[in-house]
């Protein structure tokens, strides 16, 4: 079955440097669209990057806009979330999602496999 599992997760100081990566089996990976949304506690599940089957398009959130950036490798079946400039606002559960389409799209419910999560605080 599809498996995606997320890595990475821990604690950043405001202003550093943290990357997220997404282990992707169980499907033809190279297929796929992907993206990376987030959740915090009580709150709605908010969409933060997606990238396309062939990782030339891509689109973000716009609290994200310009501080993150997506990638892929379907060489090895990963994807990936830079996250520059953190700040206590982006402190959430971050989850890798895929579909069964190619294109991008910030919509949850366009995916149809998620992941387990993985945690990020923003913390001095």
């Known amino acids: 079955q599809v498996q995606l599992v997320e890595s990475g997760g821990g604690s950043v100081q405001p202003g550093g440097s943290l990357r997220l990566s997404c282990s992707a089996s169980?499907?033809?990976?190279?297929?796929?669209?992907m993206a990376w949304f987030r959740q915090a506690p009580g709150k709605e599940r908010e969409f933060v990057a997606t990238i396309n089957y062939r990782g030339d398009d891509s689109d973000y959130g716009p609290s994200v806009k310009g501080r993150f950036t997506v990638t892929r490798d379907n060489a090895n079946d990963m994807m990936y979330l830079q996250m520059t400039s953190p700040t206590s606002e982006d402190s959430e559960v971050y989850y890798c999602?895929?579909?069964?389409?190619?294109?991008?799209?910030?919509?949850?419910?366009?995916?149809?496999?998620w992941g387990q999560g993985t945690q990020v605080t923003v913390s001095s």
């Open positions: 999602a895929g579909m069964v389409g190619t294109w991008i799209s910030a919509a949850a419910g366009h995916y149809d496999y």
């Open positions: 169980g499907l033809t990976f190279s297929r796929h669209g």
